[in-house]
């Protein structure tokens, strides 16, 4: 090494190490505070619900009940490593809320007890919402159905004839939206788009809101895998609505769970259309590279210091959804009054409608988890000849832009169209026209492709 490298390569490094020390003072901070708050909740929990909800801070791991208790098979159910494996440097403090988590149920007694003294209460918060979330109409009217089901909104085909005056016949499309989203993602833009073109009168449009989200369910009981999800859906839009072939369009976290659905129903599925999938090439650990790329510890620009926090850090941020999302009809008033707008934009109001519980399960256990899947679903697709589209933004700051690129590499049969300048959502929003073109273009092209095969 040269005199003049050895000094250069020293204040590079010394700059870096400079420049990460506000990082690990903050972040230890927030490890210590997430430790402190892990104790307050066990208190709250048990002064409000006569128990302390489960959580993910010891080594114990939680079972499907939600119950604590030591058990393997993670693997098997779905749930992510992510859940377990993120740091904990306060050993100290663990004991402690262990020690707390004893005590509690030395004195409120064990769960038999406790159902016996508090069964009302216990029989909604078992159910539903912790004291914690939101008990507004639209959150909690699923709880006074006997089979609750996601929200669906439908757009019926309007009825067709051939130049023989014959019915034609319709075919149906399934939309997935992604994380901490709604319906509202596709029927109020894309569906206005579709609507405006003939071509698309031949199929029935389902969009839904997916479990834990929007106007769905939100049960306290579900780990909100992969499978949980795929088992909603089947049983909110396919068999509720008789759908014997579809075609799928899924965004960002959807596509994931869009690609699942696909596998399991691959004699059913005509295209698989993906926008902006979190795509990473399954191995082993993979859900750590998940969660260290798609939001890593970082405290600038805030959206990411937000997103970090919300994904790292179980406690806080059920304090965040304690603070904007129990409340969100109380935010929403003030905002309208604050702004003067009436109409306030659907993704800022669909940010809110989840409960911790849902949305920490979900971004755990699908998107760092699921991703882990997808090469296995993406192969079934491959051998049964399924067309499978890809849309990516170029400038795509959710996931990384060659997410694309690296699909179509593993899987060249993978249809990839790079969006130059678009971003995760402007993929779709800012070129709803051509989009909805690209799309009627995909289905009818792959209704040419179902009769070939059935010809050949
Ligand atoms: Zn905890
Ligand atoms: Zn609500």
Not at 119 to 134: E, F, M, P, T
Not at 151 to 178: L, M, R, T
Not at 225 to 240: G, M, P, Q
């Amino acid at each position: 090494m040269s005199n003049s490298t050895f000094p250069r390569k020293w204040t590079t490094e010394f700059t870096k190490t400079l420049l990460s020390a506000p990082n690990f003072i903050v972040f230890s901070y927030l490890d210590f505070l997430d430790s402190v708050f892990c104790v307050i909740y066990k208190y709250l929990d048990v002064f409000f619900e006569g128990k302390a909800s489960p959580c993910y801070c010891t080594t114990t791991k939680i079972s499907e009940n939600g119950s604590n208790g030591k058990m393997g098979g993670n693997e098997e159910i779905g749930m992510s490593e992510t859940l377990h494996g993120r740091k904990k440097k306060l050993k100290e403090l663990i004991v402690l809320i262990q020690f707390v988590e004893k005590l509690l149920n030395k004195k409120k007694g064990v769960e038999g007890d406790y159902r016996f003294r508090n069964q009302k209460k216990a029989a909604v918060h078992r159910l539903g919402n912790r004291w914690s979330d939101c008990g507004c109409d639209s959150c909690i009217s699923w709880m006074k159905t006997d089979d609750p089901k996601l929200h669906v909104v439908v757009k019926e085909a309007s009825s067709q004839e051939d130049s023989k005056g014959n019915p034609n016949p319709s075919e149906n499309v399934i939309f997935i939206h992604g994380i901490l989203s709604s319906s509202s993602f596709w029927t109020k833009t894309l569906f206005p788009q579709l609507s405006e073109s003939k071509k698309s009168n031949g199929y029935n449009m389902f969009a839904f809101d997916l479990l834990g989200c929007g106007k769905s369910p939100k049960p306290r009981d579900n780990l909100y895998t992969l499978n949980d999800h795929v088992e909603w859906i089947e049983k909110s839009v396919i068999s509720r609505f008789q759908l014997n072939s579809f075609h799928l369009v899924a965004h960002s976290m959807g596509c994931i769970i869009a690609l699942a659905l696909a596998a399991k129903h691959s004699k059913s599925v005509k295209s698989v259309t993906l926008v902006a999938p979190p795509y990473f090439p399954s191995k082993d650990g993979v859900e750590f590279t998940v969660i260290n790329s798609l939001t890593p510890k970082k405290l600038w620009p805030p959206e990411a210091f937000l997103s970090s926090v919300m994904t790292w850090y179980e406690h806080l941020g059920r304090c965040v959804c304690l603070l904007m999302c129990r409340n969100h009809t109380t935010w929403e008033r003030l905002i309208k009054r604050l702004t003067g707008v009436r109409d306030l934009n659907f993704m800022f109001l669909d940010l809110t409608k989840h409960t911790h519980h849902s949305g920490w399960h979900t971004t755990h256990n699908v998107l760092y988890r699921g991703v882990k899947q997808m090469d296995r679903n993406l192969e079934i697709l491959m051998k049964s000849k399924k067309k499978v589209h890809v849309f990516m933004g170029t400038r795509d700051r959710s996931v990384p832009p060659d997410c694309g690129d690296k699909m179509k590499k593993k899987f060249p049969d993978v249809e990839v169209n790079n969006i130059p300048n678009a971003g995760h959502r402007s993929v779709i929003f800012r070129r709803e026209k051509d989009f909805a073109h690209d799309l009627l273009q995909i289905w009818e092209n792959a209704a040419a492709d179902h009769h070939d095969l059935h010809e050949v």
